[in-house]
């Protein structure tokens, strides 16, 4: 899951549909190696005649925990979206010479789409400021993935931490 974030993490504003659907495959085909495990984990020390329970408190917990879970999510993309802002903004100024370039060609295309020189001039200064909310939003995404992505490595070691000893009390015989 960790190699999958990581993977997800080249998020570009052009990105084509194959390579979202190739992130999102990545993504996605872990999970089966994630629940399955953890499934067994979580009902191989309960006793027979509690697994209807721990079945409904398993649904539950990995219900609210998945909302949490993208709650946080979305709040860690909010918050590095607005720190992606605050430190790329001064790029955004008559001071820098490529920032110059591109507002200017912007106005000259929307003076040859028919506008007015003022009225290509707010165009153009709107179109840079989407450009820079995208790629703010995108710088966002990609430190969010690689954030999660480190955290999923980090949980490996929490694997060997779990308990051989099933419901009847006894250690699991490993051969």
């Not at 067994?40 to 219900?63: C, E, G, H, K, W």
């Not at 860690?76 to 920032?99: D, G, I, K, S």
């Not at 003076?111 to 840079?128: D, I, T, V």
Request: charged share 10%.
């Amino acid at each position: 899951m960790g190699g999958a974030l990581f993977y997800s993490a080249h998020l570009l504003p052009l990105l084509d549909f194959k390579h979202l659907v190739l992130f999102r495959i990545s993504q996605t085909a872990c999970l089966a190696f994630l629940f399955v495990p953890l499934s067994t984990v979580a009902y191989s020390t309960i006793p027979q005649y509690l697994n209807a329970d721990a079945s409904a408190l398993f649904s539950m917990s990995r219900n609210v925990f998945g909302s949490l879970a993208i709650s946080g999510a979305m709040a860690l993309v909010t918050e590095r979206r607005q720190a992606q802002q605050a430190h790329t903004v001064h790029w955004m100024t008559n001071y820098h010479p490529p920032y110059n370039e591109a507002l200017t060609q912007a106005q000259a295309f929307m003076q040859g789409r028919g506008l007015s020189e003022a009225a290509a001039q707010s165009a153009a200064n709107h179109w840079m400021y989407k450009q820079f909310l995208l790629q703010t939003a995108m710088l966002a995404y990609n430190e969010v993935f690689i954030i999660l992505g480190i955290v999923s490595f980090l949980c490996i070691p929490f694997c060997f931490m779990l308990s051989p000893i099933t419901e009847s009390g006894k250690v699991r015989a490993t051969h």
